[in-house]
């Protein structure tokens, strides 16, 4: 194995091997019969009070902050992440275009992983190939940066609902380069950096939370909730998307951070600051959708 495989390998299972465990912590419920063992939390601490029945008589009321609501990860970040056994991952994804979990395979059987990096760029153009609609600018920061693929595939591979989430991850892409930036379902605006600001580790944090922004807004169907009637006002909008942000920023926080550290730790060397902050982003933006899920969820089933 020369030193420009070694290198990749390493970096690439460290991101497997530590920070793919988010793909099952941030997993949401999608129903009653899927239920994983770790979860976003949100539950009242008012007894006989569901959590959506709390936060609608609250986003109704003048209260400027929630309140007698807990919020949680139903199993403590760093034992999680601390996981030294891939093999369970495995059964995730299919094999096609899933490098990731093709090193973890080279991992396990002692495979030499330099074929996987050559034909990558092949499988996953196949892969796109099959898509109905072509796509610009999702293939571009999948077969040319390692670290987006890296991160982002897995989760892509995941969604059910594939058609209709591609298609919304090209809109978001579209919006970023073309339009001034992508605005995501709580309002915020991702934007080119500014020229002070441009770095690679800021295209890939950008190039990594888009499609996971956009693909899974379409997977868990994150939608406004109908908690001020038909015709809410400006104000209540913007009250509940206030609120539904701040859950999800926290999770966000904690989880990239978290991600993130382990990552650039890990290992007999310190991984390159890309990859870190590419699997701390992935890891962040999953808590966040998945928070995002489980506030909609609590809402809609006290509204309906």
Known sequence: MDNEIATLYQQATTIVTKASFFLNLFRPRVNAADDPSSNVLLSSLVG????????TAQLKSPATKPS????????????????????PLLSFVGSTAALPFKLIRDVITG???????????????????????????????????LEVALTVLPTLQMIKKAP??????????????????YTTID???????????????EFVRNAVRIPLEAG?????????????????????KQKLVTWMKGFADQAESAATSAVEGLVLGAGAAKTNAL??????????????????????????????
């Open 48 to 55: 006989g009070v569901t959590v959506g029945q709390a936060l």
């Open 111 to 145: 495979t030499n992983p330099a074929q996987e990096f050559t034909d990558f760029p092949k499988e996953l153009e196949a892969v796109l190939a099959g898509i109905a609609k072509p796509l610009v600018n999702l293939p571009f920061f999948l077969v040319n940066q």
């Open 275 to 304: 990859i870190g902050a590419a699997a701390g982003t992935a890891a962040g933006t999953m808590a966040r959708k998945a928070t995002q899920q489980v506030f909609l969820a609590e809402l809609e089933a006290a509204n309906q």
């Open 216 to 236: 899974l807004d379409i997977e868990y169907d994150l939608v406004p909730v109908l908690v001020f009637g038909a015709a809410p006002t400006a104000a209540d």
């Open 68 to 87: 007698d609501l807990k919020f949680s990860f139903s199993s403590a970040l760093p034992t999680v992440l601390s996981a030294v056994d891939p093999a």
């Open 164 to 181: 209709g989430a591609l298609d919304n991850i090209e809109s978001a892409l579209s919006a970023y380069f073309f339009a001034g930036g």
């Open 187 to 201: 309002g915020e605006k991702i934007a080119m950096p500014s020229p002070s600001q441009k770095s690679g580790v």
